[in-house]
Nanobody
Framework: QVQLVESGGGLVQAGGSLRLSCVAS????????MGWFRQAPGKEREFVTR????????YYVDSVRGRFTISRDNAKNTVYLQMISLQPDDTAVYYC????????????WGQGTQVTVSS
């Protein structure tokens, strides 16, 4: 059983930056593909980015490519999401998730952290 705890959300002005963290416990962290998702008010949860267990494979959705950077520190069981040039459309609850391999379904989810971008 893997537990995921996100942190780092908050209120930021448009153009600003935030770094989200997600700490994992209860599993072999380096074996898991980690992903970030987000859910805006009134919308469905959407995929944002993912990173392989080794960190060597990364994928971003088009809307964040060039602005968001995912990374991980397997020694700290932590995955990060660095976000720059934030826009009001980025306002959402951000969730991290873990899957037992690249392309596998995510079966562990964090509780989410709120990111609010004001215009």
């Amino acid at each position: 059983q893997v537990q995921l705890v996100e942190s780092g959300g908050g209120l930021v002005q448009a153009g600003g930056s935030l770094r989200l963290s997600c700490v994992a416990s209860g599993g072999s962290f380096s074996n898991y593909m980690m992903g970030w998702f987000r859910q805006a008010p009134g919308k469905e949860r959407e995929f944002v980015t993912r990173i392989s267990g080794s960190g060597g494979w990364i994928y971003y959705v088009d809307s964040v490519r060039g602005r968001f950077t995912i990374s991980r520190d397997n020694a700290k069981n932590t995955v990060y999401l660095q976000m720059i040039s934030l826009q009001p459309d980025d306002t959402a609850v951000y969730y991290c998730a873990a899957a037992p391999g690249w392309g596998r379904p995510y079966n562990y989810w964090g509780q989410g952290t709120q990111v609010t971008v004001s215009s």
